[in-house]
């Protein structure tokens, strides 16, 4: 049972490179979501997808673009990375069937902007 | 605007000892729902409960207990008789239309 999986699982880049982080579901869920952890700034909502072909803004998109493939696989794209973007980031899905679902994190990607 | 705030940025206690995290949330809609999700030292994000907004009984899991009151728009949590297994960063949320908000987290250090 892989649920959702994140690659990778720890990446350095310099300031102005970029990079896509890849998410993969395998629970037919309809929602798919990015968020970022900072310290003490709980989780931050940065896109989501509620269904394939769908992309919305949350909190905090600047900087991010986002692609949802297929029903199983979201990605994130940093386009030229900054300092400020050094985070944890989380993917998650949801079967949101017309009704608040849990939330299935992936096991994180760790950040580090140079 | 949705806000859910956790006020307690970190807990200490000892083993044994029952301990509170507390959660105010912000909204203007009555259809919501809410959250708590585990973060243990390993990182993974771990669903403990879901609550809608039209079911204000509290809730009772082993050693995990859930105060949701709308007239103070609080949804507490309980954990009795603390554990060291216990020990986390506890994450208050409130889903609106499937865009979920979280709280700033709530440490707990349970001692042995």
């Known amino acids: 049972n892989a649920g959702v999986t994140q690659t990778p699982k720890f990446q350095v880049l310099k300031t102005g490179q970029s990079m896509t982080l890849q998410c993969a579901q395998d629970?037919?869920?309809?929602?798919m979501y990015w968020y970022r952890q900072d310290p003490g700034m709980g989780l931050r909502l940065i896109y989501y997808s509620a269904s394939e072909g769908t992309t919305d803004k949350g909190e905090v998109p600047n900087g991010y673009n986002v692609s949802r493939l297929n029903k199983r696989e979201f990605s994130l794209r940093l386009e030229s990375a900054a300092p400020s973007q050094t985070s944890v980031y989380f993917c998650?899905?949801?079967?949101?069937?017309?009704?608040?679902?849990?939330?299935?994190f992936g096991n994180g990607t760790r950040l580090t902007v140079t | 605007a949705q806000k859910v705030t956790q006020a307690q940025t970190e807990i200490s206690v000892v083993e044994k000892e029952d301990v509170t995290l507390d959660c105010v949330y912000e909204?203007?809609?009555?259809?919501?729902?809410l959250f708590w999700y585990k973060q243990p030292p390993s990182g993974e994000l771990v669903f403990l409960i879901r609550r809608n907004s039209f079911d204000e009984q509290n809730e009772i899991s082993g050693r995990y207990s859930w105060n949701f009151q709308k007239s103070t728009s609080s949804f507490n949590f309980t954990i009795t008789a603390s554990q060291v297994v216990d020990s986390a960063v506890y994450f208050c949320a409130l889903d609106n239309f499937n865009k979920f908000y979280f709280g700033s987290g709530t440490k707990l250090n349970v001692k042995p």
């Open positions: 998650a899905s949801s079967e949101d069937e017309g009704i608040s679902s849990p939330l299935h």
């Open positions: 629970m037919n869920h309809n929602s």
């Open positions: 909204t203007r809609d009555t259809t919501y729902y």
